[in-house]
């Protein structure tokens, strides 16, 4: 085979490896969008319930027509989200900044319901007729109902607690929370949570 023969035939042997791994090299490229699956964002298939009030946004001001400066009726609050299996709701307010939010000494409970209705849905502003089933405890003026915020001193937290329960809370009468919460130990199968602030502006 003469010279020049030769040096075309290596020319094409070193070209076709070239390319060969150029394919080689960008391969791997095309496996790059398996990294970010938008799939998997949302954290899974199980659902988590969601509690919401159209008086305030999560972290909000209650407006003060829900306070003791105002006409003291409770907010409206809305669910969704349950787990499968939910036979009852259970609802604790209460203010973890009592009395001073510099230098709390107590959690002051504002408002206890259990006993409600998965299918409810929600409570209505100012809820006189309760879902039927529901049940409502005492509050910290040793009363049924809700009382609205009043906070002496500070803006205070509310924490509107929901808890989704997989039996029904009998043999209750009127319980405190610490009483709710002791039914409720071993059923609890998810939760949802709301804050609100107030200061008092009187």
């Known amino acids: ?55 305030f946004e999560a972290g909000g001001e209650i407006p003060a027509r829900h ?6 009726v409770s907010v409206p609050l809305s669910w969704s989200g349950l787990p499968e299996g939910t036979k009852s709701l259970a609802l604790v307010v209460d203010d973890p900044d009592a009395p001073d939010p510099s230098a709390p000494k107590t959690v002051w409970v504002h408002w206890v319901l259990y006993d409600i209705p998965p299918d409810a849905g929600g409570l209505a ?10 049940r409502e405890g005492l509050n910290d003026w040793k009363r049924t109902g ?44 998810a939760s949802a949570e709301l804050i609100g602030t107030y200061q008092k502006v009187g």
């Open 1 to 55: 085979m003469g010279k020049l023969a030769i040096a075309i035939v290596m020319a094409l042997a070193c070209w076709s490896c070239g390319d060969g791994q150029k394919q080689r090299t960008e391969e791997p490229k095309a496996a790059e969008p398996e990294a970010t699956p938008a799939e998997h964002t949302g954290g899974g298939s199980m659902t988590e319930p969601k509690l919401e009030s159209s008086a």
């Open 67 to 72: 306070t003791c400066e105002g006409d003291d």
């Open 125 to 134: 502003e100012g809820v006189k007729a309760l879902p039927a089933g529901a």
């Open 146 to 189: 809700y009382g609205g915020p009043c906070p002496p001193i500070g803006r205070h937290r509310y924490f509107f607690k929901l808890y989704a329960l997989d039996t029904l809370l009998s043999g209750l009468e009127q319980p405190t929370k610490g009483q709710i919460e002791a039914a409720m130990q071993g059923h609890v199968i």
